[in-house]
């Protein structure tokens, strides 16, 4: 008899059917994986930058652009073409990029910096990109970690001055256009 009792109970605990009982209750653990995001973009007043006027000697070139990443740090490389005459990257006539080993694409974030004890400067690579813009060779900087002063994300406007130099004193007058592009990147 208690053994017919015992199977009983057990099948009316299976099934939910107990006796007298008015109400139960069970619980399921949720969670998530948020992923690393990251988002970037160009200021609305960078993205046409004027160098204004240039015959001989150096020229900044500085473009503000925006990171957005749901962690605290971000890798970053900067890229920039020469300055070609008429916008045209067959043009014989253009104004380089400064790529000399002191020189560098200075990359300044509003709230951080470049992390494992670099500088903010970061130099450029002996060998362009294989990626164009119009046609035009961009040169790439070496890749480096920089860290938010915000907890949790990095999400804050980045200025980025490059120089150009021209020593042709006889450099055709006109308009020399080029670009400059800041990848950042998630990761180790």
């Given at each position: ?16 059917a ?116 119009d ?31 021209n ?22």
């Amino acid at each position: 008899m208690k053994k017919f009792a015992f199977i009983a109970m057990v099948l009316m605990a299976a099934t939910g059917a107990w006796a007298g009982a008015t109400s139960g209750d069970a619980t399921a653990h949720l969670f998530v994986d948020v992923n690393p995001t990251i988002a970037v973009g160009v200021d609305a007043g960078s993205a046409h930058v004027d160098l204004g006027t240039m015959t001989t000697g150096d020229q900044s070139a500085v473009a503000i652009f925006t990171i957005h990443a749901n962690l605290e740090s971000v890798n970053i490389q900067v890229m920039a073409t020469d300055l070609f005459k008429g916008d045209v990257y067959s043009s014989p006539y253009k104004i380089l990029l400064k790529r000399a080993a002191e020189d560098g694409a200075l990359v300044e974030p509003d709230n951080g910096n470049a992390m494992d004890g670099h500088g903010n400067m970061l130099g450029w690579e002996p060998s362009p990109s294989v990626d164009t813009i119009d046609g035009m060779t961009l040169w790439q900087t070496e890749i480096w970690a920089f860290e938010s002063g915000s907890n949790g994300n990095f999400s804050q406007d980045v200025t980025v001055t490059v120089e150009y130099t021209n020593s042709d004193d006889e450099l055709p007058q006109g308009e020399y256009s080029g670009y400059m592009k800041i990848v950042a990147s998630i990761g180790p």
